[in-house]
């Protein structure tokens, strides 16, 4: 029953066609419109919000949520640490996630990154060889090279989802895992794979990226191995 109001509020927020912040029905207009009680609405309404499909603001109603890839954040976070935990390698698991979408989009996009883009990178690459003779490679400024790199194949979604799958993994490694990198390192391989973009060689910018998660891979295991 829970489930079926779920669906039948997600095809009227499609119906309406309604966008992110558009306000909802109220409680009284969803109960006559779906025949059902208030508190069937309300657990319904709370289980979308917890999916990010709607957002209840308190005195003032509910809206159509951000439809955001926190949920799945949230989730991959969880399912992670708690593998982790039963002694599975689930952190390289998540690594070899991102790997597989980040190698399968990076052909796509040798040569075709827009010069705003390559500026921008430019400018992040720099920003990475500051860091990196002075400490440590920000984990913002490498999220931000990843995002901007990848905002080039102009497809929203695998923007969202490669950024999601950033997010979750650098969580997860930051709670259980010592594993420093070597900045210069990191720095290196970001100048590779974007000079292999530029280039236009979609052979050498797989290569790069490859070369950049076996080194984290590598990173992994030694940390894995010691803990």
Known sequence: MASDIQERIKKLIIDRRLPSGAPLPTETELMELLGVSRNSVREALKALQAMGIVEIRHGFGTYVGPMSMA???????????????????SLLQLLELREAVETGLIA????????????????????????????D???????????????????????ELVEAFWD??????????????????????????????????AVRAEAAVRDHFGNIRTRLRSAHREG
């Open 168 to 201: 979750a993994f650098h969580r997860v490694r930051t709670d259980l895992v010592d594993s420093s990198p070597d900045p210069k390192v990191t720095f290196r391989q970001h100048r590779e794979i974007l000079e292999a973009v530029r280039s236009g060689d």
């Open 71 to 89: 949920p799945m954040i949230e989730g991959l976070t969880f399912r992670t640490v708690a593998g982790h935990y039963r002694g599975e390698d």
């Open 137 to 159: 490679v920000r984990a913002d400024t490498d999220r931000a090279f990843h995002a901007t790199l990848y905002r080039g194949l102009d497809n929203l979604l695998l923007s």
């Open 108 to 135: 796509r996009l040798a040569g075709r990154v827009p010069a705003t883009d390559l500026a921008e990178l430019d400018a992040l690459v720099a920003r990475m060889e500051e860091e990196a003779t002075g400490g």
